[in-house]
């Protein structure tokens, strides 16, 4: 009996459902990971890690990548089986052979490696955390469920049992919606997230003023008495403004060594100190940035030994 032979649409077909299937896998997994990272922070330890954004902007790109390839690849597989169910050959056809080997190998591999990694790290003593176990999970549910399913439809189940194929399609939908509206409750709604970038722009903002005070301090011994003195055409530094009113910061000296610099934010936040550059009051200690929704004023006052004029270094 001759071997059914590949169509285009075969070849094509398969192709692209295994393409936006391993898409959609590792977007669905990394999605996973970063409200893993969100709920339970552990960037030194975390072998899983792979840096860190406090604002957690992959999300939205995995998010879309989602929203767009779950109902791709869900069209693709029923319209793959249809034709199956037309045609009994098309499932002896080499690419489908190929692409449900593949898949099951890659499966089969990742389980195996997920379950490496618990056993190594259990051995060498490390700290089980929370978020660690928790994605070791996600790998190990995420690849048993692909392995399983590919292993039902190299036997063919899902052509015999159609319903059924539907139930686990509707699942899978289910699932992945469940998963992005999590991430609302979660890492937070677009909305929060754009605010909270704000926050941060506003933060470095200030910061940059704040620099600028002190370098202009250095230089004439004395604070300006208003942020137009900053500006600089030559040295190109332009007064920065709020990213989204557009409206100035507001600066005030103090006094001799002390000025204030004020900003309006619309989330509770603020900027580790260890990434800021701190003016160092007199009694040593780092101002921070941290803030709540509304306007902050931060304080700060130079320390002339450590900040010392040009001309006296």
């Known amino acids: 009996m001759d071997k059914p032979k590949v169509t285009p649409k075969d070849f094509f077909l ?8 391993y898409s959609g896998v590792f977007a669905f997994i990394s999605l996973l990971f970063d409200y893993i990272n969100k709920a339970f ?7 899983y890690y792979y840096g860190y954004d406090p ?10 990548a989602l929203i767009v390839l779950t109902p791709v690849f869900m069209l693709l597989m029923r319209l793959i089986r249809r034709d199956m169910a037309a045609d009994a050959t098309r499932a002896d056809i080499w690419v489908r052979r190929w ?3 593949l898949t099951l190998f890659i499966a089969g591999a990742t389980v195996i490696i997920d379950l490496i990694v618990l056993l190594t790290n259990f ?4 700290e089980m955390t929370a978020g660690f176990l928790l994605k070791v999970l996600v790998v190990l549910l995420v690849a048993g469920a692909g392995f399983l399913h590919f292993l039902a439809e190299l036997r063919g189940y899902w052509v015999a049992n159609p319903d059924k194929a539907k139930i686990a399609n509707w699942a899978v939908g289910v699932l992945v919606f469940a998963t992005i509206v999590a991430g609302f409750f979660i890492v937070g709604t677009p909305m929060e997230l754009r605010q909270a970038k704000q926050d941060a722009q506003r933060v470095q903002d200030l910061q940059n003023i704040q620099w600028q005070v002190v370098n202009y301090w250095q230089q004439k011994e004395e604070l300006p008495t208003n942020l137009e003195e900053l500006r600089d055409p030559i040295g190109g530094y332009n007064i920065p403004k709020d990213p989204k009113t557009g409206a100035a910061y507001t600066y005030e000296r103090t006094g001799n ?8 934010f619309e989330t509770e936040g603020g900027m580790n100190p260890s ?12 101002d921070n940035w941290e803030h709540g929704a509304g306007e902050k004023c931060f304080e ?3 320390d002339p030994e450590r900040y010392r004029p040009y001309g006296k270094i």
């Open 14 to 21: 398969w192709v692209a459902a295994m393409v936006v299937l």
């Open 41 to 47: 922070p552990n960037p030194v330890r975390d072998p």
């Open 55 to 64: 604002y957690f902007s992959n999300v939205s790109s995995e998010t879309a």
């Open 99 to 101: 692409a449900v080997f």
């Open 123 to 126: 051995l060498q003593g490390e």
């Open 257 to 264: 060594l002390t000025f204030e610099i004020c900003a309006v």
């Open 275 to 286: 990434f800021a550059r701190p003016v160092m009051d007199p009694g040593g200690m780092e």
């Open 300 to 302: 700060r006052t130079i």
